[in-house]
């Protein structure tokens, strides 16, 4: 059973940028496709962005296609999501997931979680 761990979350400006780590712990992340989910005060879970195992397929939400970008560059070790032109809208906690099968947006369908990182950005 893979342990994740996110950080990279912290305070920044409208239209900057932050990277997000997820980083494994007791296993790799060696068959495992990955997903990126925030959640922001009062709102449900969201999802953000998710990665096939290789690396192959990438899925975004339109709210954060052509600013946020998903990698893998080793498949089996840290997942990162790249965070560029933020908005006071993409203020929310983040947490990345992992699922032994296909990529999917459906939280439901993810088995381990991360604690979570804050995002925030100000206008």
């Known amino acids: 059973q893979v342990r994740l761990a996110e950080s990279g979350g912290g305070l920044v400006q409208a239209g900057g940028s932050l990277r997000l780590s997820c980083t494994p712990t007791r296993r790799n992340l060696s068959g495992y496709s990955m997903g990126w989910f925030r959640q922001a005060p009062g709102k449900e879970l969201e999802f953000v962005a998710a990665i096939s195992w290789l690396g192959g397929r990438t899925d975004y939400a339109d709210s954060v296609k052509g600013r946020f970008t998903i990698s893998r560059p080793n498949a089996k070790d840290t997942l990162y999501l790249q965070m560029n032109s933020l908005q006071s809208e993409d203020t929310a906690v983040y947490y990345c997931?992992?699922?032994?099968?296909?990529?999917?947006?459906?939280?439901?369908?993810?088995?381990?979680w991360g604690q979570g990182t804050q995002v925030t950005v100000s206008s």
């Open positions: 997931a992992a699922r032994f099968y296909s990529v999917s947006y459906d939280a439901n369908e993810y088995s381990e």
